[in-house]
T-cell receptor, first 112, second 117 residues
Framework: DAKTTQPNSMESNEEEPVHLPCNHS???????IHWYRQLPSQGPEYVIH???SNVNNRMASLAIAEDRKSSTLILHRATLRDAAVYYC?????????????FGAGTILRVKS | DGGITQSPKYLFRKEGQNVTLSCEQNLNHDAMYWYRQDPGQGLRLIYYSQIVNDFQKGDIAEGYSVSREKKESFPLTVTSAQKNPTAFYLC????????????????FGEGSRLTVL
């Protein structure tokens, strides 16, 4: 299975943008890039996913490098409620939940 | 509202006892999953089911058992054979391979925290 690498932790100031990086140098052509986040003592929640093009939704933006070997989750204005663990995951389009690998993720701390 | 409900939220168990964690979903999802999470770590897959009356072992199935008699329900039993059961347990569901508009998105419950005394 293709792996992802994320920093252990990051810190941001409230109301400022946050860029969470993810490296996936062994990504295959059929791998989607998914992001989830997990608030303290809760289950993870889906944030966004993409294949090749940049994606935007109400929660965040996903910027995908041209060679697809890295991606960045962008929170445009961090709030205290965005403090969570963020997981970057690859999913082959032919596979489903049983193949998703949730690593340790990036702990995002937001300062007021 | 549609979603996944796990119960109980907190559970204490004495050593040697079996406990069953409940997971119910009303999202009409074919697939359901159980994960275990230890402090500061990612999620590890215990069991998954892609359709009613079928389930498969995940990466850490030893000491656990499941059933999938109904589409909506996927209970997990933590048996006395599980040597270190204290953990945070997460249930999830997703559309199955045969369901339309399947983006592969997982929907998680709020988790059950099991502590062995």
């Amino acid at each position: 299975d293709a792996k992802t690498t994320q920093p252990n932790s990051m810190e941001s100031n409230e109301e400022e943008p946050v860029h969470l990086p993810c490296n996936h140098s062994t990504i295959s052509g059929t791998d989607y890039i998914h992001w989830y986040r997990q608030l303290p003592s809760q289950g993870p929640e889906y944030v966004i996913h993409g294949l090749t093009s940049n994606v935007n939704n109400r929660m965040a933006s996903l910027a995908i490098a041209e060679d697809r070997k890295s991606s960045t989750l962008i929170l445009h204005r961090a709030t205290l409620r965005d403090a969570a663990v963020y997981y970057c995951i690859l999913r082959d389009r032919m596979e489903y939940g049983n193949k998703l690998v949730f690593g340790a993720g990036t702990i995002l701390r937001v300062k007021s | 509202d549609g979603g996944i409900t796990q119960s109980p939220k907190y559970l204490f168990r004495k050593e040697g006892q079996n406990v069953t964690l409940s997971c119910e979903q009303n999202l009409n999802h074919d697939a359901m999953y159980w994960y275990r999470q230890d402090p500061g770590q990612g999620l590890r897959l215990i069991y998954y089911s892609q359709i009613v009356n079928d389930f498969q072992k995940g990466d850490i199935a030893e000491g656990y058992s499941v059933s999938r008699e109904k589409k909506e329900s996927f209970p997990l039993t933590v048996t006395s054979a599980q040597k270190n059961p204290t953990a945070f347990y997460l249930c999830a569901s997703s559309k199955g391979q045969g369901q339309s508009r399947n983006t592969g998105e997982l929907f998680f419950g709020e988790g059950s925290r099991l502590t062995v005394l």
